[in-house]
């Protein structure tokens, strides 16, 4: 039976905080998220996300077209509401000059156009002019004798209308108005649609199409995952020479599912099989179905599926597919959208005919969470697990990751996966990528092993911190790392340890670091109880120093106590109960009612206490334990205190040459289990330490609780 690795103990010294009681220790060894580097949509790097060369864009031509449509009847009515009698050749007289020409008699003829303007001949030429205009005229009604004075003096009075321009002003202010609204709504729909097609195409495929000439990850790019490789590249060779398999009867698969916690490389493997596969590749995200509009996740899916026919043999890939694909009424938020496109996934996925060489590969961290239809053979036939590599694996990671950067010669790739057991693929990524940009900002030409050392404690514990702490902090902080660094070095079973330091980093006043030496995954007895005492070793330093406990053991008990606790429910280790696996809460995520998440367990009271009791008595054993070892060291107890104040930072030799100078005898370095570094926290102040749940949902090939990454320490 295949189990996962058993999580290492890392502790870490951190300060206390009066102002957040109840928050527990941040998770030590955070999950980097992952890199989104898909593959873009097809060879010519100007094609649009869907798949579609981009169309030039007509919006500046049709904006200077309105413009000068707009300017053009402005100046049309401005020229045509002119006085069109005006001229040159023509006297422009004022009002009272025009009444003195009429007085004169020097006036011929008088023609008047609208209320504006008045324009006619004189009987004798005025400064060389032999016709004439009049301007700003008054109201008629306000000089009713200018006509009956123009007719007396014989003047031929003429009444002409001015030109009508209103038909081009009435159209202009009827029409612009619904231009622009018409060309806004345009506008705003297709930067909604982000280049859809317009507005009736909410349920075309979003997929992006990976061409086969298109340069891609390979399975060279892809290591630590070896079976997943072999599973994968069997669907490949399938795709590219059918007839083999055919020949005995084989039938493609329809569907793999790629199943391992984030950042293990199923994405990568996914890229890969687009690269080796040479046949087109669809990549769609499971979230990228789902719309508020009702239908429009199953229309996505029957466009997806009718484009991968239309190309077959093709390959679909879903990232994330239990977005869609969750299981149906586990709890009230389920909506009718997602359950219409997760309903017409498994149509499809059923429902396509056999000879059409369509194979579905999706990927998911979260198994227990999807529909039991879409796990079912003939949709899902296979499920590759990609977990956590090994030491042999990480060290291959590294070397991809690393093959391009300048390393020193100092640098042992081989040391440096053994010092990072449980870290994913994107874990040793960012670790190679912190490296190089430590090296680079300390002005370095190569990445040193100091780099490395230096990342890593980054990226567990976060940046060093300038914090001057106080002599009595600084000095409870140096016991209470010496005392776990003693106990794992003292008790059997117990991974060796490799560093202790009171170097702040983070919320960490101080980290002791175990490593172990080789790959394990069945854990015994003895190991766990070592493992619950390494835990304690700092509390019980602190009561043989100083008769006394701080709150920097919060984290150490709820640890131990997790531990305890999966001893005796889970894996039959108690004497008093015998080999009774006894169950515990669902999680959220294991796709039971939310109403049942909340149901007590199933055995009675009396189990219970008799459970309590026996937690109890681990706990209690193994704390006397370190307490015991501790008061027969005090002497090397001290000397390693007196060192961590004077120096800051021990490996594992300078702890094993003060061991050999006080007289200690170190336990002898065993086959220890694989696991996670792990950062045993503090208690916050006031607050009582209580162990955490633990969701029915983890499988027994899961660690422990506690060897979930933690800090040992005094919280900030």
């Given at each position: 039976m295949e189990k996962e690795p058993l999580s290492g103990l890392?502790?870490?010294?951190?300060?206390?905080?009066?102002?957040?009681?109840?928050?527990?220790?941040?998770?030590?060894?955070?999950?980097?998220?992952?890199?989104?580097?898909?593959?873009?949509?097809?060879?010519?790097?100007?094609?649009?996300?869907?798949?579609?060369?981009?169309?030039?864009?007509?919006?500046?031509?049709?904006?200077?077209?309105?413009?000068?449509?707009?300017?053009?009847?402005?100046?049309?009515?401005?020229?045509?509401n002119a006085n069109s009698s005006s001229s040159p050749q023509r006297e422009e007289l004022t009002y009272t000059q025009f009444y003195q020409e009429i007085n004169a008699g020097n006036i011929k003829t008088a023609t008047f156009i609208g209320q504006t303007d008045i324009v006619g001949d004189f009987r004798q030429p005025v400064d060389g002019h032999q016709q004439y205009h009049v301007y700003q005229l008054p109201q008629p009604q306000t000089d009713p004798q200018l006509i009956p004075l123009l007719l007396s003096k014989g003047v031929t009075v003429i009444n002409q209308a001015p030109p009508d321009n209103s038909f081009w002003i009435n159209l202009l202010i009827t029409v612009l108005p619904w231009a622009f609204l018409l060309g806004l709504f345009f506008f705003v729909t297709r930067r909604a649609t982000q280049g859809q097609q317009g507005i009736f195409n909410f349920g075309r495929s979003r997929a992006r199409l990976i061409l086969e000439d298109r340069p891609s990850t390979t399975f060279a790019d892809v290591a630590g995952v070896d079976e997943a490789k072999y599973e994968l590249q069997e669907v490949v060779e399938f795709l590219k020479t059918p007839q083999k398999f055919q020949r005995l009867g084989g039938k493609i698969p329809r569907g793999i599912l790629l199943v391992g916690p984030?950042?293990?490389?199923?994405?990568?493997?996914?890229?890969?099989?687009?690269?080796?596969?040479?046949?087109?590749?669809?990549?769609?995200?499971?979230?990228?179905?789902?719309?508020?509009?009702?239908?429009v996740g199953a229309s996505r899916v029957r466009d997806l599926f009718d484009q991968a026919k239309k190309a077959a043999p093709s390959i679909i890939f879903i990232d994330e597919i239990d977005a869609v694909g969750r299981q149906r009424g586990a709890s009230i938020n389920t909506n009718e959208e997602r359950e219409q496109t997760l309903n017409q996934l498994l149509v499809e996925m059923d429902g396509f005919e056999s000879h059409q060489a369509v194979v579905v590969l999706a990927a998911t961290n979260r198994p227990d969470g999807l529909d039991q239809a879409l796990l079912r053979p003939g949709r899902f036939d296979r499920r590759v697990t990609v977990d956590r590599p090994d030491w042999s694996g990480r060290l291959a990671i590294l070397r991809i990751h690393t093959r391009n950067l300048p390393l020193a010669p100092d640098v042992d790739l081989e040391a440096i996966a053994r010092a990072t057991p449980g870290m994913v693929g994107a874990?040793?990524?960012?670790?190679?990528?912190?490296?190089?940009?430590?090296?680079?900002?300390?002005?370095?030409?190569?990445?040193?092993?100091?780099?490395?050392?230096?990342?890593?404690?980054?990226?567990l514990l976060g940046a060093e911190r300038p914090l001057v702490l106080n002599e009595e902090d600084l000095r409870v902080t140096a016991y209470h790392e010496g005392g776990h660094a003693l106990v794992g070095l003292l008790t059997p079973h117990s991974d060796p340890v490799t560093k202790v330091?009171?170097?702040?980093?983070?919320?960490?006043?101080?980290?002791?670091?175990?490593?172990?030496?080789?790959?394990?995954?069945?854990?015994?007895?003895?190991?766990?109880?070592?493992?619950?005492?390494?835990?304690?070793?700092?509390?019980?330093?602190e009561r043989v120093v100083f008769g006394t406990i701080t709150t920097g053991a919060q984290s150490d008990l709820m640890k131990a106590t997790a531990l305890a606790r999966q001893m005796v429910t889970r894996w039959g280790m108690s004497e008093r109960l015998g080999t009774i696996s006894y169950s515990e809460r669902p999680s959220p995520f294991s796709g039971v009612s939310e109403m049942e998440v909340g149901q007590p367990y199933d055995y009675s009271e009396e189990t219970a206490q008799l459970i309590d009791e026996e937690v109890e008595r681990i706990v209690r054993s193994c704390y006397q334990q370190a307490i015991d070892l501790l008061t027969s060291h005090r002497r090397t107890l001290d000397r390693i205190a007196e060192e961590l104040r004077r120096h800051e930072t021990l490996d594992g030799e300078q702890l094993r040459a003060i061991l050999a100078e006080t007289g200690a005898t170190?336990?002898?370095?065993?086959?220890?289990?694989?696991?996670?570094?792990?950062?045993?926290?503090?208690?916050?102040?006031?607050?009582?330490?209580?162990?955490?749940?633990?969701g029915t949902s983890r499988n027994e090939s899961e660690p422990p609780a506690s060897a979930a990454p933690g800090n040992d320490s005094r919280l900030l």
């Open positions: 890392y502790h870490a010294q951190q300060q206390s905080n009066h102002q957040n009681n109840n928050t527990p220790p941040p998770p030590l060894l955070p999950v980097p998220p992952r890199q989104s580097q898909r593959q873009q949509s097809s060879p010519n790097q100007s094609r649009g996300p869907s798949g579609q060369p981009p169309r030039s864009s007509n919006l500046n031509f049709w904006l200077l077209l309105v413009v000068l449509l707009v300017l053009g009847l402005y100046l049309y009515s401005y020229i045509s984030p950042g293990t490389g199923k994405t990568l493997l996914a890229r890969a099989v687009a690269g080796e596969a040479g046949v087109p590749f669809f990549s769609m995200s499971g979230s990228e179905f789902v719309e508020v509009l009702v239908g874990d040793l990524a960012n670790l190679a990528n912190e490296a190089a940009l430590l090296a680079a900002r300390r002005n370095l030409d190569y990445i040193d092993r100091r780099c490395f050392e230096d990342a890593l404690d980054k990226i330091t009171i170097v702040p980093r983070g919320q960490a006043l101080g980290v002791t670091m175990s490593t172990p030496l080789d790959d394990r995954y069945n854990y015994p007895k003895e190991y766990l109880l070592a493992q619950i005492t390494y835990a304690l070793g700092g509390q019980a330093a170190a336990a002898p370095d065993e086959r220890a289990p694989l696991g996670t570094p792990q950062v045993i926290a503090p208690p916050e102040p006031t607050s009582a330490p209580v162990p955490p749940e633990v």
